[in-house]
């Protein structure tokens, strides 16, 4: 049985990782989790994508992490966010 292996179009590889993190705007946040992570953006689950901004920051406290970013695409609770 031959494996088929899928090209990698990410321009930077990520890392999976399971933090907490808060997506902050406009002095509000949403709670989220961060499932991977790369130097070029983030795929996080969210209770709910219905009312973020289309631009926010990214926090992680515990590595003091604070990234601009925007979402790329959202899918049920799931983001793909890219970073400015």
Not at 30 to 36: A, Y
Not at 71 to 76: E, L, R
Request: charged content about 25%.
């Amino acid at each position: 049985m031959r494996m088929m292996v899928m090209d990698e179009k990410r321009a930077a590889p990520r890392h999976r990782v399971l933090k907490h993190g808060t997506i902050a705007f406009g002095g509000g946040g949403v709670d989220c989790t961060v499932r991977n992570i790369s130097a070029t953006g983030a795929r996080v689950d969210v209770e709910s994508p219905v009312g973020l901004p289309d631009k926010f920051l990214l926090v992680i406290e515990t590595d003091q992490f604070l990234r601009r970013g925007h979402t790329v695409w959202a899918s049920d609770h799931k983001l793909g966010i890219a970073f400015d």
